[in-house]
Structures are given as C-alpha cells and as structure tokens.
C-alpha cells in the first residue's frame, strides 16, 4: 500500500489534468458533432506561451496572458476554420479540424524551429516539493484535482443555471429551434470553443510547468488521452468526460506503480477499442445512433 | 400587420415559392392551406427568417423582414411553434417556457406571461418539473405553443399544430388557438386538416407548388366546390 500510495495519487493529478481537456472535446462535440482535433494542439500553444511569457514577463501577468492567448486561439479557429462550414457535411468539418491540427504544429515548428523549449521558470508555490503521507510531491499534484472539480462545478452551474447555459443546452439539441427562441448560435457555439479553450489553457499550466520542455507534439498524446476519456465517459457528455478522464488517469499511474510502465499508454488505447467495441455510448453517453 | 409580396424562395435548384403574396391582418386568423410540398412551411420558415429568400419583401408593420436575422424577427413581434413541436425533450417543462423568453429581459413581466400561459394550459402548470420528453403528443404540442407565447408574440405562426394529434386533441389545440386570437394575438396557421383549419380561420390562402390558387374567407374557402375536392375530401 505504502508503495501504491504515491501512484494513486499522481493518478488522480493525471485524471484531473486529462478532464480539463476532456471537456473541451465534449463540450464541441456536444454542440457541432464534431471531434476537434486541433485541442491538442491549443494545449501545446498554451504550453508554448507558457514558456515565452514567464522567461519574459513577471508571474502575474505571464499566466494571465498564458490564459488569454489560447482562448482568442480556440475563438479564432472556431471562426476561421469551422464556422464557414457550419451547413457542410460533418466530414468537411472533421478534415478541416485536422488541417487546423498540422497547421497549428507546423506554425510552431517555425517559431520554436522544432527545438522543444525547455520550462526554465516553473510556476513558484505549486512546483515547491510539499510532504504527503511520507512521501515527497510537488503541490501541483494535489492542487490539479482540487482546481479541476472546481471548475468544473462552476461549468456545471454555468451550463444548468444561467441563460447562456440554457442557451448552450437547447442549441446541442436542436439548432434550428433554438434559433427560433432567438438564441444567437454562433455566439453560443464561440462561447462553447472558449470554454474549452480556456479549460485547456488551465490544464497546460498545470501539466507543463512539472514538465521539462514543451514540443510541437507536446500536445498530442495528453490530447489524444483525453478524447480517449471524453469518448469512454460518453461524448457530449461533461460529468461522463471527468469520470473518464480520472479513471484513466488512475489506471494509467497503478499499472505503472505495478512496474508495467510501458504499457501504460497501451491500455488507455486498448480501453477505447473495448469501449467502442462493447459501448460505443460510453459510461454517460446518449442513446443515439448517429454518432462518431 | 404581415404583407408578403411576390416572394421567391429556391433550395438549392428547387424552386419552393413562386412568387406569393398575402396578407395576414392584426387580429386575424388566417391559414394556409395545400398538399405536402406546396410550399407552406417554406412560408413560416422564411418569415421567421430560418430560410433566405431570392426576392420579394415580407413587411411587418411596415417594416422590411427580409435579411433580418432570426432573434432581430422574433423581438418583432413574430414567434413560431415549429413542425413536429420540437420541444427541448431533456429540458422540463419549466425551462421549454422560459426559453421561449431567451430575448427578454423583463423579469416580473416574463413571471405574469408564466401565469397566463399555465392558465391557458393548466396541464403545463401540473406538469411543471417533468421533462418536455415525457409528456403526451397533445401536452407537447401545448408547451410548443407555450413556449412561443412566451416571447410575447403579436404574430403566432404555427406549423401543422393537429400533425399526428388524436381528433379530440385537435379540437382543443383548436379551441386554444382561437382563445389565444382573442386575446390580441394574430394568427397565422399552416394546416393539413383544412375543415378545422377553415372553419377555424377568419381568411385563408390555397398553396400550389409554389404559388397561391385560392383566397377568401374561411367560409367561402370551405363551400368552395375545388376546395372541397382538392382538400376536404368530399365530392359533389
């Protein structure tokens, strides 16, 4: 147990830095049916501008930065990218997220010249090492779940107790209706890619500033883990995208706590053949054919 | 008042309308009678402004509808309960009401016209916590005319409101519709079921691919010997 314990633990730190971009896929897919696969990508530039800004600036406008640019990032892509194909077929939209994919990785092989950049200024406080059960840990490790349900709850309220929640909601079901309640549906499905932009932009603070540097496919595996989460929780489905995520998370880490740490990853992927194999809904997801 | 001229509207290669023109009064019941296709809901939809329009004007009051974006219509004065009601399924029936409030701002205004909708339905009222999901056709069809009440509308459109209804339902959608006319709202009815439709409406249009036929009054329409051939299924 003693020797688990740290593992446990970092797996519910993965689990929380996996749902807050989980939900950025779910929340897109909600709305758009659509698989964004450029999240990833938004998580690595929010990694980037991490390391620019914090090399440069002082801490408490760095992040608050870090935050900004990666929402004005998801806004424009939306409108750039996905918006113009709003009345085309769901599969110009999902070719269209993967070029925006390699572009938004391409763009940063040319500013970073392929060079992973290293984090030089991690984030004081949440770096520092704290004791927890005996065992050494940053703080970021027990800060990422606590910030994560927070957020969430807030999103939560957000979605079922305000009117651009309701407005959120009654667009996921059925555009047109919507529409004839007066609901502005690209400002909601804006508001939509903003969210899960800045939920990512979250998650990559906390995720890169325990990291050594960040590449321009820094972004892909922890983006490629949580649509795995998104997609075993239920898509479209928020509570179903944080279960997924924490539960992978967890996984992920016991079965490297186990000594089988290569095929940690491998399991996560295995996970999602089994779940579209057996339940292609996922844990939370609706009952609907026409999806994926 | 509603007074569309010589209106266009194409999908695709498809042309829906040819060039129609009518005009629904304040205080009014009108309805739009034809056979699936003719063009009925092309109507609706382009006044709401879900669908463009190729030319034409569709002036409400005086004022130029068309290019006008959708919340911009229905701030009008103009709401729809669509076809099929399309209620919000996993919303209750609470929310589905106040929904169809998403453009206003007046809270205690927004709370009375609640009232006035729950006793016009007082089905909802009892109803109020279920999900729209679970109700019957008739209860669903109710909210979908709730729902669009809510936005205070002085032009009511309703899309086929007896589609798939049981003939007792219809007479009370029916009863309520004229309630709701008497109130002060015009309305403006688009109808398979062209006997209730016609003994409903104060004026009536005959749609045919595209173009209208027929107008008149509700009465003429109704002992109108193409009419009762073409739509009412009697022959004389």
Known sequence: MQEILPYLI????????YALIAIGYTLVYGILRLINFAHGDVFMVAGLVMVYTTTALPMYVALPLVLIATVVLGFVIERVAYKPLRTAPRMSLMISAIGVSYLIQNLAFYITGGVPQPVTVPIPWISENVLLFGQSTKRVTLVTPVLTILLVVGLVYLINHTRMGMAMRAAAKDFETAQLMGIK????????FVIGSFLAAVGALLYFTNYPSVGITSGAM???????AAVFGGIGSIPGAVVGAFIIGLCEELIKGLGYTTFSDAFTFALLIVVLCVRPTGLFGEKVTDKV | MLKIENLHVAYGGIQALRGISLEVPDGKIVTLIGANGAGKSTTLR???GLVKAQSGSIQWNGEELLGKPIDRIISAGIAMSPEGRRVFADMTVLENLKIGAYLRRDRAEIQRDLEWVYDLFPRLKERSWQLAGTLSGGEQQMLAVGRALMSRPRLMMLDEPSLGLAPLVVQDIFSIIREINRQGVTVLLIEQNANMALKTADLAYVLETGSITLSGTGAELLANEKVKEAYLGKHS
């Open chain 1, 185 to 192: 549906i690209n400002a909601v499905i804006s508001v939509t």
């Open chain 1, 222 to 228: 922890p983006g490629l883990k949580a649509f795995v």
């Open chain 2, 46 to 48: 382009t006044i709401s």
């Open chain 1, 10 to 17: 970092n797996g519910v730190s993965v689990g929380g830095q």
